[in-house]
Structure formats: C-alpha cells, structure tokens
C-alpha cells in the first residue's frame, strides 16, 4: 500500500510528512514527485511484488487531508499506474480501499479519468487492475441488507451493507469492466463502542467472520478479504483485535477460532 507523500516531494512551506502524513500532492510538481516516488518503490522491488494499493480511503478527509476529490485521485492513479507499469508490467494496480461502498466516488472517478485522459483512460482500463474497499457495516451483520442504510451523498450512492460491495462491481460493469475483481481489505467489528454503534460481542462478532467469508466467497469476484486487525497496536484497538493481550502471550478469541476455521479457498 503507498500512501503519504514523502516530504522530499512536497511544495516549499508544506508541512513535513511526519506533521501531516495523509496529505495528497496537490500540484503538478508534487504530483510529478508523487510517480517518481511510486517508480522508485516499484523498481527497487522489481518482480517480487505482485500488487501495488494507490493510497488508502481517500473518498474521507481523515486520508486525504485536503478534502476527498475524486478528479485529485484521478489524477493520482494515472500517475501510480504509469510508473508502476513502466517497472514491472505485471504487477497489479490496485484502487486504494475505499471506506464503505461508495459508488459515487468510484463513478466520479472514472468520470473524471474520461475527462483528463481520453487517449488512454478506456486503453490501460482506468489505471487499475483490481478494486479495493474497506465495507464496514458497523455493528450489523454482513449478511444483512437494509435500504435505510443505501443513501445518497455529495458523490453519489453509498452503501453502508457489506453486501454493498456488489454495487461497487455494478459501476465497473457499467464501464465495461465486470472482469475486475476485488480486494476486501478491511472489515471487521469492535467488541466496544464505535462511532455511532455498540460494539458486537465477541461470539457474535466470530458468527460475523464466518457469514463475511461465506457471502465474499460466493460472488466469484471478491479475491481477498483481509480481516482487521490482527492483534493490538498503538494504531489498531485492542477491541477490534483476533488476538488478546500482547506479544508473546497473546491467546486467541473466538473470532480467532472462527477464523482459523475459514475454508483455504
């Protein structure tokens, strides 16, 4: 996953990467900084990385700093996709996870990858080869589909079930792009209070893993689903956590166990 523009290729006066990590370039030098960065990363690796993830969540301010834009990710993407491409042209590109299903930013950015690069946009397929998204579904049910929670926002249509990832492969159809598939790279739930959500119970929340994988599985174009988290870290709760305690003496919950039951396939 790259994300964070290195202070090195920032503007003079910006703040350092350090002091605001999850800002986007926002000019055409740093965004020039932005793909040589990406190419370097992409060179330095060579063949022995398969998948490259183009930022992270950038449809909500808390990732991309200066305000979601879906015409500033655009233009991101073809940077990424270019230099990734032009190191290892078979490695794959992938649509930084979005957080929740939200169509809108997916259709607006196609929208505007039309708009910026016609030669190409429809040629290279948009500048991605594989969709990334975060569906969380607060404290309810993967397999739960409930239309008060299928909303309209300044983008477009978004989609607060999990099952909402189908919506998202519905867009890419529109665009004559059905064959791309998907990477889950976030879901999970929080045994205590999150946002506006109480949180699940554990035994739940391992009912939860199980129906996640089973309803992923059965699409046929979901690839991945990466549960989070693993275990605790000064950036990741210990509710939302598989495994308690700290290293070396962690012991598994029983989502731990109700993963560790997933069928590898």
Same mark, same amino acid.
């Given at each position: 996953?790259?994300?964070?523009?290195?202070?090195?290729?920032?503007?003079?006066?910006?703040?350092s990467?350090?002091?605001?990590?999850?800002? #986007?370039?926002?000019?055409?030098?740093?965004?020039?900084?932005?793909?040589? =960065?990406?190419?370097? %990363?992409?060179?330095? =690796?060579?063949?022995?990385?398969?998948?490259?993830?183009?930022?992270?969540?950038?449809?909500?301010?808390?990732?991309?700093?200066?305000?979601?834009?879906?015409?500033?990710?655009?233009?991101?993407?073809?940077?990424?996709? %270019?230099?990734?491409?032009? #190191?290892?042209?078979?490695?794959?590109?992938?649509?930084?996870?979005?957080?929740?299903?939200?169509?809108?930013?997916?259709?607006?950015?196609?929208?505007a990858?039309?708009?910026? =690069?016609?030669?190409?946009?429809?040629?290279?397929?948009? =500048?991605?080869?594989?969709l990334?998204?975060?569906?969380?579904?607060?404290?309810?049910?993967?397999?739960?589909?409930?239309?008060?929670?299928?909303y309209?926002d300044?983008?477009?249509?978004?989609?607060?079930?999990?099952?909402?990832?189908?919506?998202?492969?519905?867009?890419?159809?529109?665009?004559?792009?059905?064959?791309?598939?998907?990477?889950?790279?976030?879901?999970?739930?929080?045994?205590?209070?999150?946002?506006?959500?109480?949180? %699940?119970?554990?035994?739940?929340? #391992?009912?939860?893993?199980?129906?996640?994988?089973?309803?992923?599985?059965?699409?046929?174009?979901?690839?991945?689903?990466?549960?989070?988290?693993?275990?605790?870290?000064?950036?990741?709760?210990?509710?939302?956590?598989?495994?308690?305690?700290?290293?070396?003496?962690?012991?598994?919950?029983?989502?731990?166990?109700?993963?560790?039951?997933?069928?590898?396939?």
């Open positions: 996953q790259l994300v964070g523009l290195p202070t090195w290729a920032r503007s003079a006066g910006e703040p990467a350090s002091a605001e990590p999850w800002r #986007a370039p926002s000019t055409a030098s740093e965004l020039a900084g932005w793909g040589d =960065f990406v190419g370097r %990363v992409a060179r330095h =690796f060579g063949t022995s990385v398969a998948y490259y993830e183009i930022w992270n969540e950038e449809n909500i301010s808390d990732f991309w700093q200066q305000g979601p834009n879906p015409t500033e990710y655009a233009r991101l993407l073809e940077a990424s996709f %270019v230099a990734v491409k032009a #190191a290892d042209a078979k490695a794959l590109v992938m649509y930084g996870g979005l957080s929740r299903n939200d169509a809108g930013f997916l259709e607006q950015t196609y929208w990858l039309n708009q910026l =690069f016609p030669a190409t946009a429809v040629v290279d397929h948009h =500048f991605f080869d594989v990334g998204v975060h569906p969380y579904s607060g404290n309810r049910p993967p397999d739960e589909a409930l239309s008060k929670w299928v309209r300044q983008w477009g249509t978004m989609d607060e079930n999990f099952l909402g990832i189908k919506l998202l492969h519905d867009v890419m159809a529109q665009h004559h792009e059905a064959w791309k598939h998907i990477y889950i790279g976030e879901y999970g739930f929080d045994t205590s209070k999150w946002e506006i959500f109480s949180g %699940v119970a554990d035994s739940i929340r #391992a009912k939860y893993l199980s129906q996640a994988f089973a309803a992923a599985a059965s699409t046929g174009y979901v690839d991945a689903l990466s549960w989070y988290c693993s275990y605790s870290t000064p950036w990741n709760d210990a509710s939302w956590a598989l495994l308690k305690g700290s290293y070396p003496h962690w012991t598994p919950t029983l989502t731990f166990e109700s993963l560790a039951s997933v069928p590898n396939s």
